[in-house]
């Protein structure tokens, strides 16, 4: 059995179930107590007779063996006779007590007390409050006055006192100061000596918009800690008065602002007052990662792990509809096309698709709609590279098609926006569709200006920058890119200038010297670092820097160190034709594979079909003119909106009998 002591009020033990354990006399808890003073560590039998008793009894020693035992049976009904004791145990030349820090008040209470001092205020409020409502009364109440009981009293006093004010500190910092005050006031009528105590009083009744009041308590303080005490305050009190006086900026809010005082207290509030395992508390995780992926970084990359957290919590509920909503509201805007994730991805999309199944047939078609897109935004660049070629539709851009259409016919603005993502991350059945993806930015942001979508309409902008980039339209891509950015730095959303960002690089390489493009292009790079999307950063610089070489006639450089990413089956064998070895070059096009359709498609197909011009690789050829014919008008790898291999006429012109 487990058994928790108290001696934060009288001595006392309770078993398992909570219920009272039987100590016996007052003597029998004074030996427990001072055991726990003792905090495991052995006392001599010796020193227990000391400290127990004034004038010791003859038979001292045998009348302590007699409590000890005595105790153990109450500690431990259970034990086997002749067993070894666990709890209270004989070591050398005396007795300790073997209890875990969680099974004692008094030193779980220390430990809280400890361990705050880096938690964030709600957490600290949170752990304190259940520290001290440990107490029961005065610490070892019972316990006879003594020199050792005197000392750990003090100290348990003083630690409870810090307990208190470190709690006031963070609920003033929690912008809860009306709600500290009672507390307070209360307090300092009880250790009027605790300077900090004063001060925390007249700093709550100030941020409550008492100013008077907490002047009068600083004066209050001032003539009792001189007449009872003897003492004057100290400058810590003395120049809160003079702040005061002159209402200080620093004395109001408090640490953090209004803005972080309003988050905490709310933070509190719903800690309080939604439990736990409530279902709520799931679609709440959700939401608040769906507002944390928009900031970038390391915000991005705890979103997405506690994004499928908190599908796999929702799915273990059995409540396929919670799971709908949980999956569903996150619907942040995606404008790259590759996943940061794909593993995870599929994980989610798999998710997607049981809740789905699991739904009720009737009803419920906004979570069906949600579901839908989430499939199709998280399935990005999947299409099939063959069978969608014949007209053979994959489940994600039918999924697209079914979002959308649930959408319009709800008349929902958030949920077509969502929709309509996901139709755009499903519109790259063949290259040459800039046109179409042009109108789906359009509409995007026409539907976002409209529901005040601010991070869709960005993301309308943004497609429409990379529409118009791929037919060399970069005075209308820059204007797309200016709204984006202006709606970026209003919102606090530092993604969108890596993309506005890599399009100006883009821009420079058109139209400037090469040097000017390369030192754009490498400023670029610096935003993707830390920006925590792995799917847009692996090879993009490499390739960036391959663009610049090829539009002004230089060969391609082949480094070692370059990670081209998922970029690395295109890019080799052009770099093998750079390095003069056309037998390796045409062995690693036999038979190579369409690349994924992407915004980087008609970039991919251009690098191979320059490879296969070079080594006359006559079927490779044929394969890369008929997937780039359609884009004939179009510049390679510019519907990015991030870099350009020049017109994809070129390439085709290099193809003997590509235009045919």
């Known amino acids: 059995m487990h058994v928790d002591l108290g001696v934060l009020g009288p001595v006392a033990a309770w078993d398992a179930e909570g219920e009272p354990v039987r100590l016996r006399g007052p003597m029998h808890r004074a030996v427990l107590a001072r055991l726990v003073v003792a905090r495991r560590r052995v006392v001599p ?102 020199p050792w009981v005197r000392a750990e009293r003090a100290r348990l006093t003083d630690l409870e006192c810090r307990a208190v004010e470190i709690r006031a500190e963070a609920r003033l910092a929690l912008g809860g100061a009306a709600e500290a005050v009672p507390e307070l006031d209360t307090y300092i009528s009880e250790h009027p000596w605790r300077e900090n105590g004063w001060h925390l009083l007249a700093l709550a009744l100030y941020r409550s918009g008492r100013q008077a009041e907490a002047l009068s308590v600083v004066r209050r303080a001032r003539s009792t800690l001189r007449d009872r005490m003897g003492i004057e305050p100290g400058p810590r009190l003395r120049r809160l008065e003079t702040d005061l006086l002159r209402q200080a900026d620093h004395l109001d809010p408090g640490p953090g602002g209004p803005a972080a005082q309003v988050w905490a207290q709310a933070a509190a509030d719903y800690e309080r007052a939604v439990p736990p395992s409530a279902p709520a508390r799931l679609e709440s995780t959700a939401g608040l990662m769906r507002d944390l992926a928009v900031t970038g970084g390391t915000g991005l990359e705890a979103a997405r792990r506690h994004r499928v957290a908190a599908v796999a919590a929702a799915e273990q509920l059995g409540d396929p509809e919670i799971t709908a909503r949980v999956i569903g509201i996150y619907d942040v805007p995606a404008v790259w096309t590759r996943s940061d994730d794909p593993e995870q991805a599929d994980w989610l999309v798999a998710a997607a698709e049981r809740t789905l199944r699991a739904l009720p047939p009737d009803g419920h078609d906004a979570a069906r709609c949600r579901l839908l897109a989430t499939i199709a935004v998280e399935t990005r660049g999947t299409l099939p590279p063959d069978r969608a070629a014949t007209g053979e539709r994959a489940r994600a851009f039918q999924a697209a098609a079914q979002a959308e259409q649930l959408a319009r016919r709800l008349d929902s603005t958030p949920l077509l926006a969502f929709a309509l993502n996901g139709i ?63 709606l970026a730095e209003q919102h606090d959303l530092p993604l969108v200038t890596v993309f506005t960002t890599w399009f100006r690089a883009l821009r420079t390489a058109a139209t400037r010297p090469l040097a ?66 056309t037998r390796a070059a045409r062995a690693s096009l036999e038979g190579i594979a369409s690349p994924p359709r992407d915004l980087m498609f008609e970039a991919m197909w251009g690098l191979t079909a320059r490879a296969a011009t070079a080594v006359g690789d006559r079927d490779v050829m044929t394969r890369a003119a008929r997937q780039l014919r359609p884009a004939a008008a179009e510049l390679a790898g510019a519907q990015s909106g991030l870099l350009d291999f020049g017109p994809v006429a070129r390439f085709l012109d290099a193809m003997p009998g590509a235009n045919d």
């Open 45 to 146: 039998v010796g020193r227990l007779v000391e400290d127990l008793w004034d004038e010791p009894p003859t038979e001292a020693v045998s009348t302590l063996r007699t409590f000890v035992a005595a105790l153990r049976r109450a500690l431990e009904p259970d034990r086997p006779p002749r067993a070894r004791p666990r709890l209270l145990v004989t070591e050398g030349p005396g007795y300790a007590l073997k209890a875990a820090d969680e099974h004692v008040d008094a030193w779980g209470f220390e430990h809280a007390v400890h361990t705050v001092a880096d938690l964030p205020p709600t957490e600290t409020v949170r752990r304190l409050t259940e520290a001290l409502g440990r107490w029961r009364g005065p610490a070892y109440a019972d316990v006879p006055d003594a």
């Open 424 to 486: 755009f991350m499903q519109s790259f059945q063949r290259a040459g569709l800039s046109a179409r993806r042009d109108a789906i930015g359009a509409e995007l942001i026409a539907v976002s200006q409209r529901g005040d979508l601010v991070t869709y309409e960005i993301l309308g902008h943004l497609i429409r920058l990379q529409s118009l980039c791929a037919v060399s339209d970069f005075a209308g891509a820059d204007r797309h890119a200016r709204a984006a950015d202006r």
């Open 516 to 581: 000017e493009a390369e030192t754009a292009y490498r400023r670029a790079g610096d935003t993707l670092d830390g920006a925590g999307m792995p799917g847009l950063q692996h090879g993009l610089l490499p390739l960036a820097e391959l663009s610049l070489r090829l539009r002004h006639g230089l060969p391609p450089l082949s480094n070692a160190e370059d990670d081209w990413g998922p970029y690395e089956t295109w890019v080799r064998p052009l770099l093998l034709v750079a390095e003069g070895d």
